[in-house]
């Protein structure tokens, strides 16, 4: 199963969300207060793996409707008030499970819904066809036609159990179809089988916050306690975690008898974290975790000076010397109690979890911040849908823009509305779109100094194109642009001069992608004349598009690029730009689409270049039905191939 989208309503700042779809990962960005936490928080409780699930009509309901709706209870007004809708496409797999007790047909259930209020039940919406399901065990029976007439009237599987019953003298025949029926359906409801067989599919909602972090000692017999009292938390549980890893737990180490053989396990436990943590951990490579058991001393602070007491430190190897692991920076601590916490998830669990990260790596530096990032995309996504809230511009991955949500705390006029979540990337808030400004910003710019193979393009939307075909081929197991590519958007070809002149210390090797039409030849002859750039390494786009004058967009070809055009403006009727070129029409498509939305009543929508890039690279799921797609790849693909020749 798959969540694809969520809503939330009435709780804590939340009045409504508004409903909001949900990919592989998901990232939520807004500001401080605008209700990340709170989105996250409502979500775990649908099916959380620890600790409570249920919703406190007290405590989260909002305040400002609190009075209202205990009124309302109070007066007989039932209200459910489901605080969590969401929708979860079934697989393959979940088909399967359910084609047994339902049958082939009907077994065919493209999602259902699930909530959850202050009830604290999910309430199931299951699209089913029961009539398919009472088809399937009817025909598949071995009744006669006198038998199968008798039954046609009937719509649901309760009805066809009620009515078998009923037949006071039952054939075998009958007997046996009702004896299959009573064994598949013990509630006589075809839905209510979805449910139980779906229920136990369910994924898991496992939540992490940035202070969920492993402690540096632990007083054995008070976590003894604490397990006994069911009074558990995260970080407790974090450590329960390492100890299980170990292959031990607190009753254990308070009766062990070898520490030889403990430590055996820790150390093998330690070395693991090591190896893995520093895989993901570029901020210093001479750090070591080692794990210590021993008793309290009477000088230490309650409830560590006596019994048993475990301790994490951290030695650093350049200097020879170990520190308590709550003496580390933060964001060192946070890494490392996120691995061990994953690891177990993955022992217990296995696939059938969803993540949801609650501001990670917060307290990581920025090249630290991408380490997770990579963490994410190569340890959590591909097994793992993954939702986070952030405010850093270094968590937001520039590559899959369409994975990031907006969250504003709204308000219109004097009303207060609450958190909304954004389908799109864009907002008005400028404060909530800063943290996507930033991160495209540096994005773009950090290739200015670090990337030694730089591919300089005119503009943003020259960019997107090259990136959005690049990975489209790639997912295609075709050529894409060699990562090792850099693209750099310049503000046109006459800036590409000051940019080599101003970065020429830094040894990059540079190609360029250019337009080519009336005003630019002269310029590209000269670039390509000229001694600022190695021979063959200015790109033209007329070279890929075949017509003697082309942007870019001429290399996705005119009947992509026109459809594209109407999808992104949503032109309709006469305001759409047609399939078909006119007879005076310019040979470049964007100066025919800049012409056509001349013509075009004033309330239309302006036209801009960037504006369908950014459309596309929004809606990656647009490569399978926009026409002429398989022309335009094949085109980037020879560019990307002579781009990607020369490199060394």
């Not at 199968?148 to 003298?169: C, F, M, P, R, Y």
């Not at 089988?193 to 229920?199: A, H, M, T």
């Not at 907006?406 to 009303?415: K, P, Q, S």
């Not at 081929?473 to 090792?484: N, P, V, W």
Request: charged share 25%; proline share 4%; hydrophobic share 40%.
């Amino acid at each position: 199963m798959r969540l694809t989208s969520v809503r939330v309503r009435n709780y804590k700042c939340i009045e409504d969300s508004g409903t909001f779809s949900v990919g592989p990962v998901t990232c939520l960005v807004g500001k401080n207060e605008s209700g990340k936490s709170a989105l996250l928080q409502a979500l775990h409780k649908l099916n959380p793996d620890a600790g409570s699930g249920d919703f406190d009509q007290v405590e989260e309901y909002p305040r400002a409707w609190l009075a209202e709706r205990e009124a309302k209870i109070a007066a007989g007004d039932a209200d459910v008030s489901n605080v969590l809708e969401t929708v979860w496409h079934l697989d393959q797999q979940d088909h399967t499970a359910l084609e047994s007790a339902l049958g082939a047909e009907a077994s065919r259930i493209d999602s259902v819904t699930i909530c959850k209020g202050y009830t604290n039940r999910q309430i199931w919406q299951v699209p089913l066809d029961e009539t398919k399901v009472v088809a399937h065990y009817v025909n598949g029976s071995q009744l006669h036609q006198e038998e199968l007439d008798s039954l046609k009237h009937v719509k649901t599987v309760g009805n066809l159990i009620a009515t078998l019953e009923k037949q006071e003298k039952r054939s075998e025949q009958q007997d046996e179809l009702l004896k299959s029926l009573q064994a598949a359906f013990p509630k006589q409801s075809a839905k209510q089988v979805v449910i139980d067989v779906l229920g136990k599919r369910l994924p898991k909602f496992l939540y992490f916050a940035d202070y969920d972090k492993l402690p540096g000692q632990v007083a054995i017999s008070e976590l003894k306690k604490l397990v006994a009292s069911n009074n558990l938390e995260m970080p407790q549980r974090i450590f329960l975690a390492l100890l299980d890893m170990a292959g031990s737990s607190p009753e254990e180490i308070e009766g062990t008898g070898k520490a030889e053989h403990l430590y055996a396990r820790l150390e093998a436990v330690q070395n693991r974290l090591t190896k893995e943590i520093f895989r993901y951990w570029s901020q210093n490579k001479h750090l070591k975790v080692s794990f210590k058991f021993d008793q309290g001393l009477p000088d230490d602070p309650t409830p560590f000076n006596s019994g048993f007491v475990f301790r994490t430190r951290i030695e650093n190897t350049r200097h020879g010397v170990t520190v308590n692991f709550d003496e580390r920076s933060s964001g060192f601590v946070w890494f490392f109690s996120f691995l061990t916490w994953f690891s177990q998830v993955k022992k217990n669990y296995g696939d059938d979890v969803i993540l949801l990260l609650d501001e990670p790596g917060l307290s990581l530096h920025a090249r630290a911040q991408a380490d997770l990032l990579r963490y994410f995309r190569e340890k959590l996504i591909p097994s793992h849908q993954l939702i986070y809230t952030s405010h850093s511009p270094f968590m937001i991955d520039p590559e899959d823009l369409g994975s990031v949500r907006t969250v504003e705390d709204v308000t219109a006029g004097d009303e207060i509305l609450g958190t909304k979540v954004g389908d799109e990337v864009l907002s008005v808030d400028a404060d909530t779109l800063f943290p996507l400004q930033a991160a495209l910003g540096y994005d773009i710019t950090q290739t200015l100094f670090i990337g030694k193979d730089a591919l300089l393009v005119e503009g943003p939307s020259d960019l997107l194109y090259a990136r959005f075909f690049s990975r489209q081929l790639e997912r295609k197991g075709r050529t894409g642009l060699d990562h090792r590519w850099v693209i750099t958007p310049v503000g046109g070809l006459e800036k590409v001069g000051s940019f080599l002149a101003l970065f020429a210390g830094n040894r990059l090797h540079v190609a360029v992608l250019t337009d080519f039409h009336e005003g630019q030849k002269k310029k590209v002859r000269e670039l390509r004349e000229s001694d600022l750039l190695k021979k063959g390494h200015v790109f033209s786009a007329e070279m890929y598009a075949d017509q003697p004058e082309a942007d870019v967009e001429d290399i996705l070809g005119r009947p992509l690029y026109v459809a594209l055009v109407n999808e992104s403006y949503g032109l309709g009727g006469k305001q759409r730009l047609h399939e078909k070129r006119g007879p005076k029409a310019p040979v470049r498509v964007v100066k025919e689409a800049e012409e056509h939305f001349a013509t075009l009543d004033p309330d239309a929508p302006i036209f801009s270049h960037y504006d369908p890039a950014w459309f596309l690279a929004e809606r990656p799921d647009l490569a399978e039905k926009l026409p002429g797609m398989e022309e335009a790849l094949a085109r980037f693909e020879k560019l990307f191939a002579d781009l990607n020749a020369l490199l060394p």
